[in-house]
């Protein structure tokens, strides 16, 4: 089977919520490691037995170093997570088709909890090489506190006009200024922050579960399968 | 054998035996008392689960009181491990068991390292085999609780328990409980628990052409452990609950009829199974045994077909009328394939093409013989489409 | 579409967890490649790996008039769902003309699971492989088809 395995090396982590960590790496050859955004690799770290899993890229290809956003799961993510830096690990990749190039359209972004990695990427690819076009950003999570990149969205949003971010939470009511809805994603939460349903092309990213229920909501409101891409984290 | 299928997957449990059915029905019509009951309808059946209770300890070369009646080999297991190491951490909390046990032990043991016990896991060799040197160096002043099963559920292979027991008994500064669970090894090995040097077992009735939902935890009365269901009060306390009768009934009389049977099948099966692997290699080319077949149970058969995933086999099996199981990824919750057929070392693309035969009390040669026609073609079938050839 | 995911083995134990259309495509799968010597294909696709227990081939020839797919082929190492989701997948992308190679592209799991009539949420992946492979197997042709 193709394999493109590449060495890295831990350089910082940061906890960006309860149970979600950043990881940074740079390649132990110091070369460049060429990817887009939304894309993944594939990792098996040393200590697992079994198989790996596959984590999409959170940091976007303009950055230093390369990022890993991982929800501490089970063997593989905690794993990863516990690593300390100076740590070596091999990636394989960069995989993955989720993101078009050419997102010149009205873009939807539809992210379930930690689904929002590849979404976070291509966001911060836009304001780096200024790529045109509107983003909205349906961002569900079940409480304040599992929000990850709230402030650094919040950021991007204050300083970006094209992006409109709108968090949902489904198990917590707490008053926010950032928080627009208290339910999970419905048809009457689209219809109020997307005005028009048509003409958008939407990326659903979450677990198979919320992206078969986005998908089957989506097509019930007429969305053409065509216009509509899903990635689904397992 | 019934003839509309062939049922190779008595690992996983067994027909009911009709002596052991009979035995069962007069408590499952009319004598459905509670044994806690004061009345007469009670009191029969709080003797005749007594009266069961004895026969088992007879077979395992126990007292009556150390067998504490549960809803299966799980839940033993659970007791064992959780019931054990709670009622005994003032005096360590160290835990050693061998990185195959079945999942009811390792999760429990897992479990406990949130409680504060740590566990060792020990490695196992390509045979499934622990290293006794390892567990040698493994054991502390503060190890509480050893738990090694006797025999396999995937690969059949048999650990060394006696070893392991005159290992414990040589060591000066460990004293911990040895638990072992006997599921599989019951009514193919013998189970005397003095003789095996145990101070803990675990045996289940659906194993052995009995009953589900009854098993037992032996447990040497020198040993305190705590429960983990309370109650009523059943069972000295120690697993509450209104006793399951008839299950009771049932599994003595199903110890007794395997004891009875267990030196000829043993011999019976070990044939059938021999001449099981002699057909699969001459017809079926690039297939892998797991597991040494010395020191292996007598009706286990644990093979990798090269390219040819375990699910699909299985279910092409199936419709075919032959009934094994797999340790392919596919058909587990984690997609992960058998965690024993990884800690053997199998290649996992080989994990993948595993499926486990395990022959019973019904299996004929002429089961075999259709079988072994009927897996060439699924193999045959299968192989033509794969992508490993 | 009807997408019947409530999956429960029926009191027989004839029906499985699998839907019958699922079935169907495991033990009837349509479009295999028995041998791929001189099989003369436009484009081929890979994924997946033994380790993972699941690996995919795909072979396409495209109708050069028309740029949809006219033969979609393909071989699978994996369980009931891998083999009856590469199976549907190699029909839908032949079916009706044949799929243009833009739809061929973002085929999405979630449409080859609908047309399975629903798999179980832990064999979804399966479906995943076989979007994936199709689009390997379009992007290689495509590759081929502009030098």
């Given amino acids: 089977m193709q394999t493109n395995n590449r060495e890295f090396i831990l350089v910082e982590k940061k906890k960006e919520t309860e149970d979600v960590t950043s990881l940074y790496f740079q390649t132990a050859d110091g070369l460049s490691f060429p990817f887009k955004s939304g894309q993944y690799i594939n990792v098996k770290p040393r200590s697992v037995s079994g198989h790996g899993k596959s984590y999409t890229i959170s940091s976007s290809p303009s950055e230093k170093l390369l990022c890993l956003t991982i929800k501490r799961k089970g063997v593989v993510s905690s794993a990863l997570i516990d690593m300390v830096t100076g740590e070596k690990v091999i990636f394989d990749g960069p995989y993955g088709f989720f993101f078009p190039e050419d997102y010149i359209y009205d873009v939807v972004m539809i992210a379930g909890g930690i689904g929002s990695t590849p979404f976070y990427s291509v966001i911060k690819d836009k304001v780096a090489n200024n790529i045109p076009g509107r983003v909205h950003l349906l961002y569900s999570n079940k409480t304040l506190s599992d929000i990850t990149f709230l402030n650094d969205l919040n950021k991007i949003a204050k300083e970006n006009k094209w992006l409109n971010i709108i968090h949902c939470l489904t198990q917590d009511k707490t008053k926010h200024s950032l928080i627009k809805e208290y339910s999970r994603i419905d048809k009457k939460i689209l219809k109020k922050n997307l005005t028009s349903l048509n003409k958008k092309k939407y990326f659903i990213c979450g677990s198979i579960a919320f992206v078969n229920d986005l998908w089957k909501l989506l097509k019930s409101e007429a969305v053409p399968e065509e216009d509509i891409f899903t990635e689904s984290f397992f | 054998m019934n003839n509309k299928y062939i049922f190779l997957d008595n690992a996983s449990t067994t027909p009911i035996d009709q002596k052991v059915l009979n035995a069962m029905m007069p408590y499952l019509k009319d004598k459905y008392g509670n044994p806690s009951s004061l009345h007469r309808l009670g009191r029969i059946n709080k003797s005749s689960i007594e009266k069961s209770r004895q026969e088992i300890a007879q077979y395992i070369g126990s007292e009556t009181q150390e067998i504490f009646f549960t809803s299966g080999g799980t839940e033993s297991d659970n007791l064992a491990i959780f019931g054990i190491a709670r009622a005994n951490k003032h005096k360590g909390k160290h835990i050693i068991v061998s990185c195959i046990e079945h999942k009811a032990i390792l999760d429990s043991s897992k479990k406990l390292e949130n409680e504060g016990f740590e566990v060792t896991y020990l490695d196992v060799d390509k045979n499934g085999i622990i290293s006794l040197d390892q567990f040698r160096s493994s054991l502390r002043k503060d190890t509480i609780l050893v738990s090694i099963m006797y025999a396999n559920n995937e690969i059949g292979t048999i650990q060394p328990i006696k070893k392991i027991s005159e290992i414990l008994r040589e060591n000066r500064d460990a004293n911990p409980i040895f638990h072992c669970d006997a599921c599989q090894a019951t009514g193919v090995l013998p189970i005397k628990v003095k003789e095996l040097g145990v101070d803990a077992l675990t045996v289940s009735a659906s194993k052995i052409y009995g009953p589900k939902g009854i098993g037992f935890l032996y447990i040497n009365k020198k040993y305190s452990f705590e429960p983990i269901i309370y109650g009523g009060g059943q069972e000295r306390s120690l697993r509450s609950g209104t006793e399951n009768v008839a299950g009771i009934i049932g599994f003595a009389k199903a110890i007794q009829i395997s004891e009875q049977k267990r030196i000829s099948e043993n011999v019976r099966l070990t044939k059938l199974r021999d001449y099981f692997i002699l057909q699969i290699k001459k017809n079926i080319k690039d297939v892998v045994i797991n597991g040494s077949l010395k020191n292996r149970l007598p009706n286990n058969l644990n093979v990798s077909i090269r390219g040819v995933e375990g699910e699909s086999l299985v279910l092409l099996l199936d419709e075919k009328g032959v009934f094994c199981s797999t340790g392919s990824a596919c058909s587990s919750i984690d997609l992960n394939p058998s965690h024993v057929l990884v800690k053997i070392g199998l290649p996992l693309e080989l994990a993948h093409c595993s499926v486990r035969f395990t022959l019973g009390r019904h299996t004929r040669k002429s089961d075999i013989d259709h079988s072994v026609k009927l897996l060439v073609e699924c193999v045959d079938k299968i192989r033509s489409i794969t992508t490993i050839k | ?147």
């Avoid at chain 3, 169907?24 to 799968?29: A, I, K, Q, T, V």
């Fill in chain 3, 1 to 147: 579409m009807k997408n019947n995911t409530k999956k429960t083995c029926s009191p027989d134990g004839k029906n499985w967890a699998y839907s019958q259309i699922v079935k169907e495509h495991f033990f009837y799968p349509r479009n295999i490649l028995f041998d791929e010597t001189g099989y003369e294909a436009d484009g081929v696709g890979m994924v997946g790996s033994p380790e993972c227990g699941d690996v995919m081939h795909v072979w396409i020839k495209i109708d050069k008039k028309t740029n949809r797919i006219k033969e979609c082929k393909w071989r699978t190492f994996g369980c009931a769902s891998a083999i009856a989701s590469v199976s549907m997948m190699s029909v839908m992308a032949t079916e009706n003309g044949g799929m243009d190679l833009k739809t061929a592209q973002t085929l999405k799991p979630q449409q080859i699971v609908e047309r399975l009539g629903g798999l179980p949420e832990r064999k979804f992946h399966c479906s995943v492989l076989g979007h994936e492979a199709l689009r390997d197997a379009v992007i290689d042709y495509l590759k081929h088809a502009n030098k």
